[in-house]
């Protein structure tokens, strides 16, 4: 069992930077990959960005450039560095944890990019 809590979401202005983390229960070595998705109202939930336990990482086209995905190995957690936020950057952003074959989710934080 991994256990996922988000952080770091909020209201910010378009333009803006916010930095997301996601800590995990369990050491993230032991973990295959973990990824950040988000579901905006009305949308289906989207992979933004993902890294594996090599460090190889992927990102959506819309976010490519603009966000970036790293692992604090020590400290169990994974961050998400979102830059130059725009408004269909609103969304509930997930952590998601797979550990072969299980798949494990965090509860979500709010971003909302707004002026």
């Known amino acids: 069992q991994v256990q996922l809590v988000e952080s770091g979401g909020g209201l910010v202005q378009p333009g803006g930077s916010l930095r997301l983390s996601c800590a995990a229960s369990?050491?993230?070595?032991?973990?295959?990959?973990m990824d950040w998705y988000r579901q905006a109202p009305g949308k289906e939930r989207e992979l933004v960005a993902g890294?594996?336990?090599?460090?190889?990482?992927n990102y959506a086209d819309s976010v490519k450039g603009r966000f970036t995905i790293s692992r604090d190995n020590a400290k169990n957690t994974v961050h998400l560095q979102m830059n130059s936020l725009k408004p269909e950057d609103t969304a509930v952003y997930y952590c998601?944890?797979?550990?072969?074959?299980?798949?494990?989710w965090g509860q979500g934080t709010q971003v909302t990019v707004s002026s």
């Open positions: 998601k944890a797979l550990r072969y074959p299980m798949a494990y």
């Open positions: 369990a050491s993230i070595l032991s973990i295959n990959a």
């Open positions: 890294i594996t336990s090599a460090g190889i990482t």
